[in-house]
């Protein structure tokens, strides 16, 4: 039999039946989901219906584990149980749920009877004719678009902003079981509110992180933990550097939505005279050159000065006429924002100083931060 010829003909074979195994592995997924979802509610509605027979409602999930064990093997413990009917309690009446819904023109937002007709999803229909609602797998595939694993993480957030912050993240970004960790762990959403007004904060629970201003891209600090250098150690802005690198998709994720990277160690000449730019990346949304600088131990106002003159370089000899103008980040170990503030120009879009951790910051050392 001859050797296929065309190589491009197997490539796009290839590439349709990975596509084709991903999005059925997301359906299963998500059937998974909605499942568990519509359990927890049927379990928490029966323990209802029997509120007056507390040893009732207690022996409902164990009774329950017992019958679907012999009937399905595993996954139908008494502690999965609990926690599908956590997985209802928490996301049954979440503000989530209830804007689908409400775009759906199947429920007003914060309707006092949205809970009654929650309760009531029973196959697509509602006890209320004038507001049928859709068939609820249709229904809840809108809400529920990440892993069972992920829910059960994102459960654990108490705070519904938050959670719904995380949530949506986690889809837009395809985030991992693992980055969602660590992107709650290194405290994602609590350092984008340092730097917003109440309005941004709420906004960030509703659509995620939005790009529109330079300063939306800005955290402080950077958490740089994956680079596996020691807090408080002597290393050189060399080697920090390199640990980035090394690390590259790890920091493109710490810096967020549509980053690119594009060179390290940048030469720019100009008067027989060179500078190096330690790292350049490219924000897709924003349609920005970002320049980052690193500096060990105490920001200077020479390193504020150093990072103008890049900008103005790239704003005025690399970038486009329709690219929108160079933002510089410097990433220090510390900072006077004093000198911060004097440095650069009043009402400053353009250049940020953050500090960064190379150490995953203490629940104290996050609420210092975020009292300073």
Known sequence: MDKLQNKNFLTNI???????????????????????????????????????????????VKDLS??????????????????????????????????????????????????????????????????????????????????????????????????????????????????LKRQYDT?????????????????????????????DTIKDPYVLEFIGLPENTSYSENELEQKIIDKLEHFLLELGTGFTFVARQKRISFDDKHFRIDLVFYNRVLKSFVLIDLKIGELKHQDIGQMQMYVNYYDREIRLDDENKTIGIILCQNKSESVVEYTLPENNEQIFASKYKTVLPSKNEFKKIINE
């Open 187 to 215: 405290a994602l959403y609590t350092r984008l509110t340092l730097s917003r007004d109440k309005e941004k904060v709420k906004e960030l629970s509703i659509k995620g992180q939005i790009l529109e201003h330079p300063k």
């Open 14 to 60: 290839v590439t349709l039946l990975q596509s084709a195994k991903q999005q059925v592995v997301r359906s299963v997924n998500q059937t998974m989901v909605i499942t568990y979802f519509e359990i927890g509610r049927m379990i928490v509605e029966e323990q209802q219906n029997g509120k007056e027979r507390a040893e009732y409602r207690k022996a409902i």
């Open 66 to 179: 017992r019958e679907l064990t012999k009937e399905f093997g595993k996954g139908f413990s008494v502690d999965n149980l609990e926690k599908m009917r956590r997985f209802y309690l928490v996301y049954g009446k979440s503000a989530t749920l209830l804007r689908i819904l409400e775009k759906q023109n199947i429920l007003p937002l914060n309707s006092e009877e949205n809970l009654i007709l929650l309760s009531q999803l029973k196959d697509g229909k509602s006890a209320t004719p004038s507001r049928k609602l859709e068939n609820i797998t249709q229904t809840l595939s809108a809400v529920f678009k990440l892993s069972w694993s992920h829910y059960l993480t994102l459960m654990r957030i108490d705070n519904e902003e938050k959670r719904q912050f995380y949530e949506i993240e986690a889809f837009k970004n395809n985030w991992s079981i693992r980055e």
